[in-house]
């Protein structure tokens, strides 16, 4: 079974192709990613209906070289699959309208899939997949979550973010810094760069008991700390970049280890955009080594938004039998979309 998944919920056009034929773990033939960071960067962040409108021109031409890359063509599809939501409306209409006329020009079912859950099961396209049952840190844009996954559509939320996202605390103090659009790799480049230990920037609800995020706080810590260097400020950027991303990857570190030890569970995946900052990775690495824990991520290219997460997910949902692809053209999207409704949303629907 061919899958072809379709990515479109806000910067980036993503397409793939993936077997899910067989009885091994689905495999990734292709895929193909057009990212629009040259265009927006002249705005200082993503204007949503020009994202729309680079959807429209960037989808097909994707397709296309997909297909040619993995040998196949349209008739060989078995299943279009495209991200329903959350993300932009605009931007998601256009994956789900291309992906729904395919389905009817071609007499084949499509499938709606969540955005984050495509993050979630991204690790499921590397060299050491995961198992269920595991624990998931989702640090994907505006989004920090741990969520208990017992399977395929079996989420539990265990702590979100009350404000600001870790993605959201890296652009917008990379912005403070001056550092341009997009800040949070920009960031964590010149953080390389600076001593960690500069400055003591708070830990929002690192004691709290609880496994909720909160980084508004730090951002606002970030830009005191800028006004008080003032001219000194760009002799001292890098510190104060390093000193920001310690004090985020300490949170989201101690944050997933306090997860595991109330799940009691010995595995965690961690997905989404940010899951590529490297001083995470070594941090969470060495901890979660020190407790015998197993860690998992998406290879390094498929950790931003792309077609691969989405035509797993979709293979992942089919084989497991909770959700089934329809011949509905009809579509919608769902451009806010709790993660861990998804499976009584499905519930309810057939």
């Given at each position: 079974?061919?899958?072809?998944?379709?990515?479109?919920?806000?910067d980036?056009?993503?397409?793939?192709l993936?077997?899910?034929g067989?009885v091994?773990?689905p495999?990734?033939?292709a895929?193909?990613?057009?990212?629009?960071?040259?265009?927006?960067?002249?705005?200082g962040?993503?204007?949503?209906e020009?994202?729309?409108?680079?959807h429209i021109?960037r989808?097909l031409?994707?397709?296309?070289g997909?297909?040619?890359d993995?040998g196949?063509?349209?008739?060989?599809?078995?299943?279009?699959?495209?991200?329903?939501?959350?993300?932009?409306?605009?931007?998601?209409?256009v994956?789900?309208?291309?992906?729904?006329?395919?389905?009817?020009?071609?007499?084949r079912?499509?499938?709606?899939?969540?955005h984050?859950?495509?993050?979630?099961?991204?690790?499921?396209?590397s060299?050491?997949?995961?198992?269920?049952?595991?624990?998931?840190?989702?640090?994907?844009?505006?989004?920090?979550?741990?969520?208990?996954?017992?399977?395929?559509?079996?989420?539990?939320?265990?702590g979100?973010?009350?404000?600001?996202?870790?993605?959201e605390?890296?652009d917008?103090?990379?912005?403070?810094?001056g550092l341009?659009?997009?800040?949070?790799p920009?960031?964590?480049?010149?953080?390389e760069?600076?001593n960690?230990?500069?400055?003591?920037?708070?830990?929002p609800?690192?004691?709290?008991?609880?496994?909720d995020f909160?980084?508004?706080?730090?951002?606002?810590?970030?830009?005191?700390?800028?006004?008080k260097?003032?001219?000194?400020?760009?002799?001292r950027?890098?510190?104060?970049?390093?000193?920001?991303?310690a004090?985020?990857?300490?949170v989201?570190v101690?944050?997933?280890l306090a997860?595991?030890?109330?799940?009691?569970?010995?595995?965690?995946?961690v997905a989404?955009?940010?899951?590529a900052n490297?001083?995470?990775?070594?941090?969470?690495?060495?901890a979660?080594?020190?407790?015998r824990?197993?860690?998992?991520?998406p290879?390094l290219?498929?950790?931003?938004?792309?077609?691969?997460?989405?035509?797993?997910?979709a293979a992942?949902?089919?084989?497991?039998?909770?959700?089934?692809a329809?011949?509905?053209?009809?579509?919608?999207v769902r451009?806010r979309?709790p993660?861990?409704t998804r499976?009584?949303?499905?519930?309810q629907t057939?």
């Amino acid at each position: 079974m061919l899958i072809l998944g379709i990515e479109s919920s806000c910067d980036e056009t993503g397409v793939a192709l993936v077997d899910a034929g067989g009885v091994q773990t689905p495999r990734l033939l292709a895929h193909a990613l057009h990212s629009q960071v040259a265009m927006h960067e002249a705005y200082g962040g993503v204007v949503p209906e020009l994202a729309s409108r680079d959807h429209i021109r960037r989808v097909l031409p994707l397709t296309s070289g997909v297909l040619a890359d993995a040998g196949r063509t349209l008739a060989n599809v078995d299943v279009v699959a495209y991200t329903r939501g959350p993300g932009l409306a605009g931007a998601l209409l256009v994956g789900a309208g291309v992906a729904c006329a395919l389905g009817a020009a071609l007499d084949r079912p499509v499938l709606g899939i969540h955005h984050l859950e495509g993050h979630l099961l991204s690790p499921f396209l590397s060299a050491d997949p995961p198992t269920f049952p595991f624990v998931a840190l989702l640090v994907s844009g505006g989004h920090s979550q741990l969520m208990q996954v017992d399977g395929v559509g079996r989420y539990t939320l265990l702590g979100e973010t009350i404000d600001d996202a870790a993605g959201e605390a890296f652009d917008k103090s990379a912005k403070l810094l001056g550092l341009g659009y997009p800040g949070g790799p920009a960031l964590s480049r010149l953080a390389e760069q600076g001593n960690a230990e500069a400055f003591k920037l708070p830990r929002p609800l690192l004691h709290s008991g609880n496994l909720d995020f909160s980084f508004a706080g730090l951002k606002t810590a970030v830009l005191t700390q800028a006004r008080k260097l003032g001219d000194a400020l760009d002799a001292r950027k890098a510190d104060l970049a390093a000193s920001t991303e310690a004090a985020i990857v300490e949170v989201l570190v101690k944050k997933s280890l306090a997860a595991l030890t109330q799940t009691g569970l010995q595995r965690i995946v961690v997905a989404g955009g940010v899951g590529a900052n490297r001083r995470l990775r070594q941090q969470l690495d060495a901890a979660c080594a020190a407790r015998r824990v197993r860690v998992h991520y998406p290879e390094l290219a498929l950790c931003t938004d792309n077609g691969a997460m989405i035509a797993m997910a979709a293979a992942l949902r089919l084989r497991a039998g909770v959700q089934g692809a329809s011949r509905t053209y009809a579509f919608d999207v769902r451009p806010r979309w709790p993660l861990d409704t998804r499976l009584a949303d499905e519930i309810q629907t057939k």
